[in-house]
């Protein structure tokens, strides 16, 4: 059971924009751990899409765009493709449990 | 380019061990830990815990502690993850991934190919 809560779903038409969000607690997010997001095509491994909260590794798109506020972050895709139809993650710290890196539960991004 | 290779799939009977390894290139092997996660089918992603190459230090999450054990042969720029008494509900895809970063800002920027462990009486 992660202590990161995403929506299991959500959807767009191409060129839509769809938000993402990812909602922790005073021992992950809120305790000022950054969030980083990830995108899982079907079949493949996870690729790092933004870390440090807001910022896009080279190569991916400006049209992904991520922030951070108070005990949860976000996630936007603005102009929705095709080829942004995966399962996207977001990922953090928590300091219960002795510490864990804690993924969120993950969201299935569907372009209608 | 940075790359991670993993072993192949794997089908292990229930109380076994299993251990599955990860070939890093393309950069300097000590710089960065290996991660391991798990992903069962349909599920989402669980982070199991670090290992840094250069000290040999490890880190587990909470529910593998006792049952993993995390390795490496710097020689072979190889990281190794044994997982052992294996139960049906270990049955996943194994990744590793190099962390980077630090402090209040940890993340995985490369991940291997992913490694199926089946668990089956």
């Known amino acids: 059971q992660s202590v990161l809560t995403q929506p299991p779903s959500v959807s767009g038409a191409p060129g839509q924009t769809v938000t993402i969000s990812c909602i922790g607690s005073?021992?992950?997010?809120?305790?000022?751990?950054?969030v980083h997001w990830y995108q899982q095509l079907p079949g493949t491994a996870p690729k790092v899409l933004i870390y440090?909260?807001?910022n896009r590794p080279s190569g991916v798109p400006d049209r992904f765009s991520g922030s951070k506020s108070g005990n949860s972050a976000s996630l936007v895709i603005t102009g929705l493709q095709a080829e942004d139809e995966a399962d996207y993650y977001c990922?953090?710290?928590?300091?219960?449990?002795?510490?864990?890196?804690?993924f969120g539960t993950g969201t299935t991004v569907t372009v209608l | 380019q940075v790359q991670l290779v993993q072993s192949g799939a794997e089908v292990k009977k229930p109380g076994a061990s299993v251990q599955v390894s990860c070939k890093a290139s393309?950069?300097?092997?000590?710089?960065?830990?290996i991660n391991w996660v798990r992903q069962a089918t349909g599920q989402g992603l669980e982070w199991m815990g670090w290992?840094?190459?250069?000290?040999?230090?490890?880190g587990f999450a909470q529910k593998f502690q006792g049952r993993v054990t995390m390795t490496r042969q710097n020689s072979l720029t190889t990281a190794y993850m044994e997982l052992s008494d294996l139960r049906s509900e270990d049955t996943a895809v194994y990744y590793c991934?190099?962390?980077?970063?630090?402090?209040?800002?940890?993340?995985?920027?490369?991940w291997g190919q992913g490694t199926p462990v089946t668990v089956s009486s």
């Open positions: 991934a190099r962390g980077r970063g630090g402090g209040l800002s940890y993340y995985f920027d490369f």
């Open positions: 393309g950069y300097t092997f000590t710089n960065h830990d």
């Open positions: 290992m840094n190459p250069k000290s040999g230090n490890t």
């Open positions: 005073s021992s992950n997010i809120g305790a000022r751990y950054d």
């Open positions: 440090g909260s807001t």
């Open positions: 990922q953090s710290y928590d300091t219960r449990l002795s510490g864990s890196y804690v």
